[in-house]
């Protein structure tokens, strides 16, 4: 067997290793329409925010109803943001799994979405709580720690390039926690900028035509 047959064939090797111990099937496009979703709901949650604020300043006084009708608003807005990004993100991914013949739902995949889940419930728990105190300010840095969190969590059973992710979402909802006020700004980086960076960077790295780092 010469060198090359050597170096072909431990690639192999190490392509059947990833496929049994990683979840592949990630797909960079799932990031960029997420990313897409999240500033689209973004926009739409400032316009509403200078609304309320300038009806606010308009008649100088602070109105119960309003307010409890925006957060109301706003959480439904958030909600919504995040089923039109699962869907976005399981349609590209089942795509990309098709393609490579391989199955979106298989042993690693549950584990992803284990160590994802964990996090996020314990992230949703808690903004439930700020909500019930009052704690607005802190709901935006508190979605990108846990978020973050949840990434690192779930990098050992995906791509690596995953925690890195999650990483940069921590520290900006920690950056976050600084400027309270500028909570809507730091939640359309995080989940829409970055999100939109990394499905880029995965989609050029993994799935452009002619990529030399794919692994599925």
């Known amino acids: 067997m010469t060198d090359q047959q050597h170096l072909?064939?431990?690639?192999?090797?190490?392509r059947i290793m990833e496929r049994?111990?990683?979840?592949?099937?990630?797909?960079?496009l799932s990031g960029i329409s997420a990313g897409i979703s999240a500033?689209?709901?973004?926009?739409?949650?400032?316009?509403?925010?200078?609304?309320?604020?300038?009806?606010?300043?308009?008649?100088?006084a602070y109105n119960d109803a309003d307010y409890a009708s925006l957060k109301?608003?706003?959480?439904a807005l958030g909600l919504c943001v995040m089923v039109v990004a699962l869907c976005g993100g399981?349609?590209?991914?089942?795509?990309?799994?098709?393609?490579n013949k391989l199955s979106i739902w298989d042993v690693t995949a549950r584990k992803v979405l284990f160590n994802v889940a964990i996090p996020l419930a314990a992230g949703g728990a808690f903004i439930a709580g700020l909500l019930y105190n009052h704690l607005e300010p802190l709901v935006a840095p508190t979605c990108l720690v846990f978020y973050g969190l949840a990434l690192i969590n779930a990098s050992k059973y995906t791509l690596p390039d995953v925690r890195y992710l999650g990483i940069c979402e921590t520290i900006l909802g920690i950056v976050n926690l600084?400027?309270?006020?500028?909570?809507?700004?730091?939640?359309?980086?995080?989940?829409?900028l970055l999100h939109i960076i990394?499905?880029?960077?995965?989609?050029?790295?993994?799935?452009?035509?002619?990529?030399?780092?794919?692994?599925?």
Do not use: C, P
């Open 90 to 99: 399981t349609f590209f991914t089942w795509r990309r799994a098709r393609k």
């Open 178 to 192: 600084f400027f309270l006020r500028k909570g809507l700004y730091f939640w359309a980086v995080g989940f829409g």
């Open 198 to 216: 990394y499905g880029a960077l995965m989609w050029w790295k993994y799935e452009r035509k002619g990529s030399f780092q794919s692994i599925a």
């Open 39 to 60: 500033l689209v709901g973004a926009a739409i949650a400032r316009n509403w925010l200078v609304d309320y604020y300038t009806r606010w300043e308009k008649t100088g």
């Open 8 to 14: 072909q064939a431990l690639s192999d090797i190490k």
């Open 72 to 75: 109301v608003h706003l959480i």
């Open 20 to 28: 049994s111990s990683r979840f592949i099937s990630l797909s960079g």
